[in-house]
């Protein structure tokens, strides 16, 4: 199974790695006819202003809507997580629009640029999940057909929509390799 990671700029590096270390190959996505035989795609956290502008122009921005009608699997942390909201609190910079969210943008304040937490996810069971937010987003709230996962001090921070899913950290920054694992089990439902 191959996972594509989106590599215009951001965190793309480490995603690549995760997978690698998840034992599935993964791919830098620069180009709209790479994303023909992967599998799954990642976007990466890094700035989702610069990050949609690029897809739009590589002919990125269309080519991924289609996949993701038929059965793409997508995984957006941080960044990419505000590229998959159907709603950006204040902006109308390009998107994907793909999941029934309202998200905020640098969400937890200045005063907490970055920071890490311990979030309970029942669905992993096990241990807790540590968290490094940069700048992040949250989710403010959700549609019907979005499953929240986690959240700190009541703020979604995972959610997943049938084949997507989002984060507002970035997991790719740890060791703990559980949301990687959750996203290729998610490609092979
Ligand atoms: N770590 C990140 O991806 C930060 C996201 C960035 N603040 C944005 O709005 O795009």
Not at 26 to 33: C, F
Not at 43 to 60: D, Q, R
Not at 66 to 71: K, S, Y
Request: aromatic share 6%.
């Amino acid at each position: 199974m191959k996972v594509g990671v989106l590599a215009l700029q951001g965190a793309f590096r480490e995603h690549r790695w995760m997978l690698e270390r998840c034992g599935v190959e993964a791919v830098e996505i620069r180009k709209p006819q790479e994303l023909d035989d992967v599998a799954g795609l990642i976007i990466p956290g890094g700035e989702s202003t610069t990050i949609g502008k690029l897809m739009i122009e590589w002919g990125l921005m269309d080519k991924i809507k289609e996949r993701a009608a038929n059965g793409l699997a997508i995984y957006g942390t941080c960044a990419g997580m505000i590229l998959l909201a159907k709603d950006i609190i204040g902006s109308d910079q390009p998107r994907l629009g793909l999941m029934d969210t309202v998200v905020r943008r640098n969400a937890f304040g200045r005063q907490r640029e970055s920071f890490e937490a311990d979030l309970n996810v029942p669905e992993f069971g096990g241990k807790p999940v540590r968290a490094v937010f940069i700048r992040a987003p949250y989710i403010e709230s959700v549609g019907p057909a979005v499953q929240v996962l986690a959240t700190v001090n009541d703020k979604i921070v995972i959610a997943r929509q049938g084949k997507f899913l989002a984060t507002a950290f970035h997991p790719e920054l740890t060791d703990d390799d559980r949301i990687h694992q959750y996203f290729i089990k998610m490609i092979q439902e």
